[in-house]
């Protein structure tokens, strides 16, 4: 029987619903069905997918994929939760195949931004995809919740301040870019019931100040124009992410030393303006990236809420990196597992730890274990790579093999040679 009186104590667990593209049943309807479908399932929580229950027609025709992402923390304090203590709470989304909408200017060149409807189908599994250590994913996911959340009850900005400027600095290749947008999308998903239609617009600081400089202008009044259309739809959700800040100071120093044509002092500053005027927007999250570590002169940058670091993956990301593309080609079939252990699954960093200390280890099934471990010694060699480095090993290591297929023994050990090589 469950316990009575824990509806206070439950821990809200964010449960994600893709529908199918086929789909055209209404949200409404699906998600009060995978509420009854949770109501009775007598299970077990854990992060991951939930299998949707193939004695259920309706639920079968319309979900392509129900899963728990929630926390980090939350996978690290409990690891499981049992299902009286859990509160589900149910988003339904269904992803945009749209593509993003590239803008061309006048003369047909390539305009320096591009936008997407969220959530889409090229940042679905992204967030999961991205491995850091410090909790940073759930603090930046908390924090755009508080700053939507104020905004939804309306919270005067007048008492309590806060704004809507996240900025991410690091090394290159650490995944800030790709941090960014997929925030965006996961918020997308969790903000569905509060905002009907969420946008991504994607702005490249930096070909916006390198090419085509007297177009520059023209452009920034553009973009802003259709962000201001944008924001001005209550309903809407906009995110604008500005890569690479930093070209913005570095343009403005150019500029001021004569090196640069004095337009470019003008462009910085004008961007700089519609940026403060979009930031009064209750609708509106800002996103920045910069690969300058150092402090950056910037008028907006300084009132960025979160300004977080992202640097280079320690053992535990890198294992877990590595983890996810070995599994892949695995899944794939270009790599074969042992012959005993068809489906073999490596185990989490998190688990190897364990039963490395530990004398037995049931999870880390036999043949699994020299695997594992193996991989492991791998992800200690490559210290100082980026997670972008990371992904693209496992591809280099598989050209440099005589053969196309290969078995993950063999697999490994040339992972490891090419990661020498490359460091
Ligand atoms: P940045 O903007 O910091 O230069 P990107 O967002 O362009 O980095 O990252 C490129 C790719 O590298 C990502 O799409 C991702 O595949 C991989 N990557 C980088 N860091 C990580 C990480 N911490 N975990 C998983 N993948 C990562």
Redesign the pocket.
């Known amino acids: 029987a469950v316990p009575p009186a824990l509806e206070d104590e439950k821990i809200l667990v964010s449960v994600e619903v893709c529908m199918k593209p086929s789909s055209t049943t209404r949200e409404e309807d699906l998600r009060s069905a995978v509420e009854r479908m949770l109501e009775n399932r007598s299970l077990s929580y854990r992060d991951g997918p939930i299998p949707v229950p193939s004695d259920d027609p309706f639920l079968l025709e319309n979900i392509k994929r129900i899963q728990i992402c929630d926390s980090d923390e939350w996978e690290q304090n409990h690891k499981v939760l049992l299902f009286w203590q859990v509160k589900p709470v149910v988003h339904v989304y269904q992803l945009s195949e749209e593509g993003p909408g590239e803008e061309l200017s006048g003369d047909g060149v390539l305009a320096s931004f591009n936008e997407w409807m969220l959530p889409a189908k090229e940042f679905d599994g992204?967030w999961e995809?991205?491995?850091?250590e410090t909790g940073l994913k759930q603090r930046l996911l908390r924090y755009a919740a508080s700053a939507l959340l104020f905004t939804e009850r309306g919270v005067d900005p007048c008492l309590v301040s806060w704004n809507r400027i996240i900025l991410l600095h690091?090394?290159?290749?650490?995944?800030?870019?790709?941090?960014c947008k997929a925030l965006a999308q996961k918020l997308s998903i969790r903000f569905k019931s509060r905002f009907s239609q969420c946008q991504l617009v994607e702005v490249n600081a930096h070909s916006l100040f390198s090419k085509w400089f007297s177009e520059s202008g023209k452009l920034v009044a553009k973009l802003f124009q259709k962000i201001q259309e944008m924001v001005e739809e209550e309903s809407s959700l906009v995110f604008v992410l500005i890569?690479e800040v930093e070209s913005l100071a570095a343009a403005r120093k150019a500029a001021l030393s004569g090196s640069e044509p004095s337009d470019s002092i003008r462009v910085v500053n004008a961007l700089l303006t519609q940026m403060d005027r979009l930031k009064s927007w209750p609708n509106v999250i800002i996103l920045t990236?910069s690969?300058i570590t150092t402090a950056i002169d910037i008028a907006f940058v300084d009132r960025a809420d979160i300004k977080a670091y992202?640097g280079p993956?320690a053992v535990q990301?890198r294992y877990e990196?590595l983890r996810s593309c070995v599994q892949e080609l695995v899944r794939t079939r270009v790599v074969t597992p042992p012959q005993e252990n068809e489906n073999i699954v490596l185990p989490s960093y998190g688990l190897l730890r364990e039963t490395m200390g530990a004398s037995v280890s049931p999870e880390v099934g036999g043949s699994a274990d020299p695997i594992s471990k193996l991989l492991l010694q791998v992800a200690e060699e490559c210290k100082g790579l980026?997670?972008?480095s990371?992904?693209k090993l496992p591809f280099l290591a598989h050209a440099a093999l005589t053969s196309p297929y290969c078995d993950i023994i063999k697999f490994l050990h040339a992972l490891e040679e090419t990661a020498r090589r490359e460091i």
Do not use: C, E, F, M
């Not at 995809?129 to 850091?132: E, G, I, N, P």
């Not at 690091?170 to 941090?179: A, E, F, Q, R, V």
């Open positions: 992204l995809s991205l491995v850091y690091g090394p290159p290749g650490t995944g800030k870019t790709s941090l890569d990236t690969n992202v993956p990301a990196i980026s997670g972008r990371l992904r």
